[in-house]
């Protein structure tokens, strides 16, 4: 079932669940691109469905599509301009020394093996990537109770973070943690501590702003994660900051 946050005319806003894809050619899986073909057939509307950004399979989080190719024009010009606001909650590995940072470099992408990578300056094919992260609260599985982690985490430890992206680059969440030494807990793809097993990965798209492609007007929406890992870091409170 698909969770509907907002439609008009134009546009449409859904929560995506971890595990569904954006879309997908193969056979039997679901996507939010067929999902949403088929709500919009059952109300007998003809509308398209245009993903303004992705979302990663095993991401969770808000995901704005439009329903005209005018709209997605419009929004994906926003996109390009970078006077759309994104913010994620993330769950990663280990102790930040400061409250607050910046990470900045550049990440090349391999599309043969859907993966990324941060390379150095003037690498070709890189592209500049940068974010803003604020630590929220720290997670001890060693002192903390409930067993939040479940032994999710290699040292026992994981900070709960808030990330505001400055670029929207492949992977770059996931691959920039990673780079600096703090992978996301559950992500099977960049982070070498994580365990054997389906785990869902700690990473949710939890607000976006942005102008309304027809009336202008000013848009925010706000959810909360639903997947049990982030959800339960969410409400964890010991050495809460």
């Known amino acids: 079932m698909i969770d509907i946050i907002y439609e008009d005319n134009h546009i449409i806003v859904c929560h995506k669940m971890p595990g569904v894809p954006v879309q997908t050619a193969k056979a039997g899986l679901p996507d939010m691109v067929s999902m949403l073909q088929n709500y919009f057939a059952d ?4 509308a398209g469905v245009y993903a303004i950004r992705r979302l990663d399979q095993p991401v969770e989080g808000i995901m704005v599509f439009a329903k005209n190719q005018s709209a997605a024009a419009q929004l994906s010009r926003q996109v390009q301009e970078k006077t759309v606001e994104k ?17 900045e ?28 992260y604020e ?10 109770q409930g067993g939040v982690l479940a032994g999710a985490c290699a040292n026992g ?7 505001r992206l400055d670029t929207g680059r492949h992977h770059q969440i ?6 600096a030494g703090h992978p996301l807990v559950g992500d099977k793809k960049y982070n070498k501590g994580c365990p054997s ?14 102008c309304h492609p027809t009336t202008g007007k000013r848009m925010e929406f706000c959810v909360k994660p639903k997947g049990k890992l982030l959800a339960d870091a969410c409400e964890y409170r010991f050495m809460e900051h």
């Open 157 to 163: 430890v994981a900070s709960l973070l808030n990330i």
């Open 87 to 103: 913010e994620y909650l993330a769950l990663v590995e280990g102790r930040f020394m400061e409250q607050a940072g910046t990470l």
């Open 135 to 144: 630590v929220k609260k720290e997670i001890s599985e060693v002192e903390g």
């Open 105 to 132: 470099g550049y990440l090349l992408r391999d599309g043969r093996a859907n993966t990324s990578k941060a390379v150095p300056k003037g690498t070709k094919g890189a592209k500049h990537a940068k974010l803003f």
């Open 43 to 46: 109300k007998k509307e003809q």
């Open 174 to 179: 996931r691959v920039q943690m990673a780079h």
């Open 197 to 210: 097993g389906y785990m869902p990965i700690g990473l949710c798209s939890t607000r976006t702003v942005f």
